[in-house]
């Protein structure tokens, strides 16, 4: 029998950021995963994370979980993979299946940070081959460099069909749409934007009814659904797909937390059954503690902070750090926790369909929610979104209420500031002159920031797009330019390409369109 | 199919090219590939039938939780194929029930 302090298990963020941080205060740490690699879902992910800079905005989710991971190593954590968790027992007894082996270990606390599972919904041919979880088409893509499929029906726009929507079109494949049954987009608007501007249509209200095919998916039909998401007869298509991807939500894996013997509560508003916690993330059994999605669907950057706050629980009821010195850095972690859990899309509001307006009062975008994009008269009720300076100045399409903020710290001329409570909407201060570096433009998670010079040459306006796909055109290069909703509108000269190592591979792509479209003309395609 | 050339990933950490089999057809994939990965970048999407009703499956979870991508490997039946490594030489076979398909069709005859 192996016997530590703590007992973590998950390698995810809140599992890794849960055992640095016992680590640091002097505990013996093991922990536990089942899969080959830890990391959990951030080495799938290639995107830019939100917050702000204590939350890691920024950057791309892989490289938090390599410093993770370099973190717990320095500290000598011992992350042993392989090794499923099958279940807890009376004293804080876990039972491991490593490899071929059983083994048992024994600790005075225990972290459960298993994250979550994917969800699915049953149609007919569900299980072809061809069908695949969210989760399946980035492991394909982002681990093992091989495209799930050629043309793919994304179910579901919650931000992971989102997300990865756009990690199919930058790995080469296209997506032949995003469906959803609710009659919006459920994630972030700026995430639903970069893939609309590409193209790609949206269906709100609508299911997957059939995969077609004998062998393998062949096509996809879709129909429409009425208010209880029953499809309506009539109404169905047919798209050319060879791949069907899921992203219908994931639901908390509560099941060690059952074994355990902890009191479990079904709460929609965190995904599903999850065990009743604390502040601290303790479980009703004293001593075991869940943090991050296996305690509530949320994000990675709250499941750090998370783990952590489990962690120095643990510590102090165990003698390894001070009464006064957990205290403060309960404060400062929940601190840092309840600048994320804010906005349209926090846990608490999770579900509202009654929000009109954002918090400085701008009517939302109707259209962003059922078509992923803006249309010009909305975007005219936004101050950052229609600045007219002289030369070049940011023109920022972020028009929801969500926790980020890195356009603020990346300017470093002082053109853009978001303030203290990070989900407030960026505004531009027009005295300060704008150098047209490009930085915001690459360090918005949400590519919603472009650079406009409407009078760039007589007659003609350059806009500036953030550009992450390849291969990147060269200076020179004519094409369309496209508008929000992906149609293409006019003429496009590539003018320049920008990119230096501190953009870590956002490309600025600086077009001239002609001046009546540079409000209009938001992405290039030769 | 194999990304060719990616925006933001520059290596995907795979090495030498490796010969393994398919129901004894030779096929090649790299270091580093799962045994999926590596039949998914050939086109390979059926990796089993099921035992009662005969339907194909293939991969679904890709991380080793769902069951539906077991083939048989080097003669052991239900491999999680998702989440083996490739190996130099590897006999991977489609699997029929929780055998091969010449065991499948002499036992359905
Ligand atoms: C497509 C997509 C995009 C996302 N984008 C963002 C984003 O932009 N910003 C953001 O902050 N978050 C994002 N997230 C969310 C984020 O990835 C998750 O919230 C986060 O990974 C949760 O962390 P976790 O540690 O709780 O769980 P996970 O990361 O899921 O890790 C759980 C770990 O537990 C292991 N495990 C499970 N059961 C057992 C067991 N019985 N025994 C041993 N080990 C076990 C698993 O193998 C896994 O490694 C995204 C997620 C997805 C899918
Ligand atoms: S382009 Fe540069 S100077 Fe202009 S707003 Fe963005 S970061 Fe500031
Ligand atoms: S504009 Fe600023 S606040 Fe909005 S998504 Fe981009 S970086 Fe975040
Ligand atoms: S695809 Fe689910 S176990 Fe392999």
């Given at each position: 029998?192996?016997?530590?302090?703590?007992?973590?298990i998950?390698?995810?963020?809140?599992?890794?950021?849960?055992?640095?941080?016992?680590?640091?205060?002097?505990?013996?740490?093991?922990?536990f995963d089942?899969?080959?690699?830890?990391?959990?879902?951030?080495f799938?992910?290639?995107?830019?994370?939100?917050?702000?800079k204590?939350?890691?905005?920024?950057?791309?989710?892989?490289r938090?979980?390599e410093?993770?991971?370099?973190?717990?190593?320095k500290?000598?954590?011992?992350v042993h993979?392989n090794?499923?968790v099958?279940?807890?027992?009376?004293?804080?007894?876990?039972?491991?299946?490593?490899?071929?082996?059983?083994?048992?270990?024994?600790?005075?606390a225990?972290?459960?940070?298993?994250?979550?599972?994917?969800?699915?919904?049953?149609?007919?041919?569900?299980?072809?081959?061809?069908v695949?979880?969210?989760?399946?088409?980035?492991?394909l893509?982002?681990?093992?460099?091989?495209?799930?499929?050629?043309?793919?029906?994304?179910?579901?726009?919650g931000?992971?069909?989102?997300?990865?929507s756009?990690?199919?079109?930058?790995?080469?494949?296209?997506?032949a749409a995003?469906?959803?049954?609710?009659?919006?987009?459920?994630g972030?608007?700026?995430?639903?934007?970069?893939?609309?501007?590409?193209g790609?249509?949206?269906?709100?209200r609508?299911?997957?009814?059939?995969?077609?095919?004998?062998?393998?998916?062949e096509?996809?039909v879709?129909?429409?659904?009425?208010?209880?998401?029953q499809?309506?007869?009539g109404?169905?298509?047919?798209?050319d797909?060879?791949?069907?991807?899921?992203?219908?939500?994931?639901?908390?894996?509560?099941?060690?937390a059952?074994?355990?013997?902890?009191?479990?509560?079904?709460?929609r508003?965190?995904?599903?059954?999850v065990p009743?916690?604390?502040?601290y993330?303790?479980?009703?059994?004293?001593n075991?503690y869940?943090a991050g999605?296996?305690?509530?669907?949320?994000?990675?950057?709250?499941?750090m902070?998370?783990?952590?706050?489990?962690?120095i629980?643990?510590?102090?009821?165990?003698?390894f750090?001070?009464?006064?010195e957990?205290?403060?850095?309960?404060?400062?972690?929940?601190a840092s926790?309840?600048?994320?859990?804010?906005?349209?899309f926090?846990?608490?509001n999770?579900?509202?369909?009654?929000?009109t307006?954002?918090?400085?009062?701008?009517?939302?975008?109707?259209?962003?929610?059922?078509?992923?994009?803006?249309?010009?008269?909305e975007?005219?009720?936004f101050?950052?979104?229609?600045?007219?300076?002289?030369?070049?100045h940011?023109?920022?399409?972020?028009?929801?209420n969500?926790?980020?903020?890195?356009?603020?710290d990346a300017c470093?001329?002082?053109?853009?500031?978001v303030?203290?409570d990070?989900?407030?909407l960026?505004?531009?201060?027009?005295?300060?002159?704008?150098?047209?570096?490009g930085m915001?433009?690459?360090?918005?998670?949400?590519?919603?920031?472009?650079?406009?010079?409407?009078?760039?040459e007589p007659?003609?306006a350059s806009?500036?797009?953030?550009y992450?796909?390849?291969?990147v055109?060269?200076?020179?290069?004519?094409?369309?330019?496209?508008n929000?909703?992906?149609?293409?509108?006019?003429?496009?000269e590539?003018?320049s390409?920008?990119?230096?190592?501190?953009?870590?591979?956002?490309?600025?792509?600086?077009m001239k369109?002609?001046?009546?479209?540079?409000?209009?003309?938001?992405?290039?395609r030769d | 199919?194999?990304?060719?050339?990616?925006?933001?990933?520059?290596?995907?950490g795979?090495?030498?090219?490796?010969s393994?089999?398919?129901?004894?057809?030779?096929?090649?994939?790299?270091?580093?590939?799962?045994?999926?990965?590596?039949?998914?970048?050939?086109?390979?999407?059926?990796?089993?039938?099921?035992?009662?009703?005969?339907t194909?499956?293939?991969?679904f979870?890709?991380i080793g939780?769902?069951?539906?991508?077991?083939?048989?490997?080097?003669?052991?039946?239900?491999?999680?194929?998702?989440?083996t490594p490739?190996?130099?030489?590897?006999?991977?076979?489609?699997?029929?029930?929780v055998v091969?398909r010449?065991?499948?069709?002499?036992?359905?005859?």
């Amino acid at each position: 029998m192996m016997r530590h302090d703590l007992i973590v298990i998950g390698a995810g963020p809140a599992g890794l950021s849960a055992a640095i941080e016992a680590a640091r205060l002097g505990m013996d740490v093991a922990v536990f995963d089942e899969n080959a690699r830890p990391g959990g879902q951030l080495f799938k992910q290639i995107h830019k994370f939100f917050g702000s800079k204590e939350h890691h905005a920024k950057e791309r989710g892989f490289r938090i979980g390599e410093d993770l991971l370099a973190d717990a190593e320095k500290l000598g954590v011992a992350v042993h993979l392989n090794a499923t968790v099958m279940g807890i027992y009376e004293g804080r007894e876990v039972l491991v299946k490593h490899e071929d082996e059983t083994v048992h270990a024994k600790a005075d606390a225990i972290i459960i940070a298993t994250g979550a599972a994917e969800n699915m919904i049953p149609f007919t041919g569900w299980d072809k081959p061809g069908v695949i979880g969210a989760g399946a088409a980035q492991a394909l893509m982002n681990l093992q460099g091989v495209m799930p499929g050629k043309r793919i029906l994304m179910v579901g726009s919650g931000n992971v069909g989102l997300v990865v929507s756009f990690q199919l079109l930058q790995a080469g494949c296209e997506v032949a749409a995003v469906i959803d049954a609710a009659p919006r987009i459920g994630g972030y608007g700026v995430h639903a934007a970069k893939v609309a501007r590409t193209g790609v249509p949206f269906y709100t209200r609508h299911t997957v009814v059939e995969a077609l095919g004998k062998d393998r998916v062949e096509g996809a039909v879709i129909a429409e659904v009425d208010d209880h998401f029953q499809p309506i007869p009539g109404t169905e298509k047919t798209l050319d797909v060879d791949t069907i991807c899921i992203a219908v939500g994931l639901s908390p894996m509560s099941q060690l937390a059952d074994t355990a013997g902890c009191d479990l509560v079904l709460d929609r508003k965190r995904g599903g059954t999850v065990p009743v916690i604390d502040e601290y993330g303790e479980t009703s059994v004293p001593n075991v503690y869940c943090a991050g999605d296996a305690a509530g669907i949320e994000e990675a950057s709250t499941a750090m902070i998370l783990g952590r706050i489990s962690a120095i629980r643990a510590a102090e009821k165990a003698g390894f750090l001070g009464a006064a010195e957990f205290t403060a850095r309960a404060d400062e972690y929940a601190a840092s926790l309840s600048k994320l859990r804010r906005g349209m899309f926090a846990p608490q509001n999770k579900g509202r369909t009654d929000m009109t307006e954002t918090d400085e009062g701008y009517p939302l975008s109707k259209s962003l929610l059922a078509h992923g994009f803006l249309e010009p008269n909305e975007v005219s009720a936004f101050p950052c979104a229609t600045v007219h300076e002289v030369g070049v100045h940011p023109v920022i399409e972020c028009t929801q209420n969500i926790p980020c903020n890195p356009c603020q710290d990346a300017c470093r001329f002082g053109c853009i500031t978001v303030g203290d409570d990070i989900v407030k909407l960026p505004v531009i201060d027009e005295t300060k002159r704008c150098t047209g570096c490009g930085m915001c433009v690459a360090s918005c998670s949400g590519q919603a920031i472009f650079l406009v010079d409407e009078a760039y040459e007589p007659g003609y306006a350059s806009v500036g797009i953030p550009y992450e796909f390849v291969p990147v055109p060269k200076a020179g290069a004519r094409g369309h330019a496209l508008n929000r909703a992906g149609a293409p509108i006019c003429d496009a000269e590539v003018v320049s390409v920008k990119y230096t190592k501190a953009m870590d591979k956002t490309v600025l792509l600086t077009m001239k369109v002609p001046a009546e479209f540079a409000s209009e003309a938001r992405f290039y395609r030769d | 199919m194999r990304i060719k050339q990616h925006p933001i990933i520059d290596d995907y950490g795979k090495g030498a090219q490796i010969s393994f089999t398919l129901d004894g057809k030779p096929m090649v994939g790299y270091e580093g590939d799962s045994i999926a990965a590596a039949l998914h970048a050939a086109g390979i999407m059926t990796h089993r039938y099921t035992a009662k009703r005969h339907t194909p499956r293939g991969v679904f979870c890709c991380i080793g939780r769902c069951t539906d991508c077991v083939m048989i490997v080097n003669g052991q039946p239900n491999v999680r194929t998702c989440i083996t490594p490739l190996e130099e030489g590897m006999e991977v076979q489609t699997q029929y029930g929780v055998v091969n398909r010449e065991q499948w069709e002499a036992d359905h005859q």
